[in-house]
């Protein structure tokens, strides 16, 4: 009978021994830390990060006690720690820069809303720092070289943590579900996952409460769960909500299948960050074969979308109040924002026909009501420069022109002084596309419509279209 009982025991533990290390962790930059290998990890990891040179590995686990984690530390060439419990669960952990701490999410649920979701810093020690609150939908955290600071992933905008003390840093606009967040290197370039795939931001360009300008994006045939960069900082592992991996790449923009894993992870990031001499948005789809078919779209100057806080938040997400000052100035309430578009000049406010004008036959048109903003129309242009355009709107608020390119939205080619009455132009320039901006000088921020012109220059007389100064701040 004992011998019975013995054998059925052994049927019983091969099973959940293969299962116990069945959790498959792939690193971007392709090269396997041994501090991974060193011991066997559970299935059921809830988080997991590497240390930027490989030689720690933290996770958080399940505890045995229902509505706990425990957080377990492992160094190389170690045994690892007694695991630290903690009442919630833990979303995302990622490393600093000095490889020695690492940050987290900890989310608490609550009888009430959807709970809190905290900040903190961890060392390995038996406690962890709670930092402070931040909006209960943050799902993904990772390090961010090029701003000396941590991204934060979270709905309707990426969030910034100023290092070494965790100040609240820049705000960045991005409506809708944000579910992962990776740089790109040493750069201001960020990738952020989202839904239906992904979308690249440069941060160094400022939006306000704008929401941030997609540089390009790349759709993925599931929800975006994960995203790592790899070692030279111009390619993107992505993990989908189903555990299929693929290799995002934004220049030239697709991605191609790369098999499948539980986690993903990242390590150092690039010494320099990429340079992405495209000046084109893309829009890649990836199909479930290796191949993916791509479709390239062209970014068209549109005015940005607003998003105001009282409207882009879902009602059931309340804007967590930060635990330390903002940097940024305090979002407004959310009642008077709701008009989306307060900030748009009345163009044609007055054009509105009247009831009994098929009476009036006369050709005298009604002298009192001229268009309340008047756009001087400018006299045909002169084939004598290379480019010229005409800026309409809020004149005074404009103090250069700026040109990007050719073909290149990092390099500028121009900067022009505009005339008194919005014209500007300018000669020799290479051949290519460019990149057509206004500039409010200094540190202010200027608001235009559309938010920027792409332009064709040649050896032709080119005219850009109008562009219309709306605000700054």
Known sequence: MQLVRLCFAVVILIPWAATAASTDVRVSSGARPAVLDQAALPDTIDALALSPDGARLAYARPAAREGFTDLVWLEAGATES???????DV?????????????????????????DTFLFTWAGDPKISRIMRVPPSSSDLDRW???????????????????PDFRSGPLFSLPGDNFAVTSLGNSTYVVVGQAEGLSLLDLSIPSGRLSMPVLASLRTPARVAGLADDAEGDEVLVRLIDGRLFLAAFDPPGLRA??????IAGLAKAASGPVLPFARG??????????????VAEIQGEPATRTPPGESRAPDEPESPPAE????????????????QPETPPVDPPVKPEPDAETETPAADPPAK??????????????????????????????????????NILREAARIRPDADGTWGTDGLAPGRYRIQLDGGGDRVLVAEPRFLMVDVGDRPTRAPKIRAVRSF
């Open 325 to 340: 000052p903002e940097t940024r100035p305090a979002d407004p309430p959310a009642k008077p924002e709701l008009d989306p």
């Open 370 to 407: 001229p268009e309340p903003d008047p756009e001087p129309e400018m006299p045909p242009v002169a084939a004598s420069r290379q480019i010229e355009g005409q800026i309409v709107g809020r004149l005074e608020l404009v103090q250069a022109v700026v040109l990007l390119g050719p073909d």
């Open 145 to 163: 070289p090029g701003g000396d600071a941590l991204l934060l992933a979270c709905r309707n905008e990426v969030r910034t943590f100023l290092e």
């Open 91 to 115: 979303r995302d952990l990622v490393f600093l820069e000095d490889g020695r701490s690492l940050a987290g999410l900890h989310h608490r649920p609550a009888k009430k809303r959807q709970g």
């Open 258 to 263: 790369a098999g499948s894993a539980t986690h």
């Open 82 to 88: 007694d695991p630290v419990t903690i009442q919630g």
């Open 282 to 295: 893309v829009q890649a789809v990836a199909e479930p074969a290796a191949e993916p078919e791509i479709l």
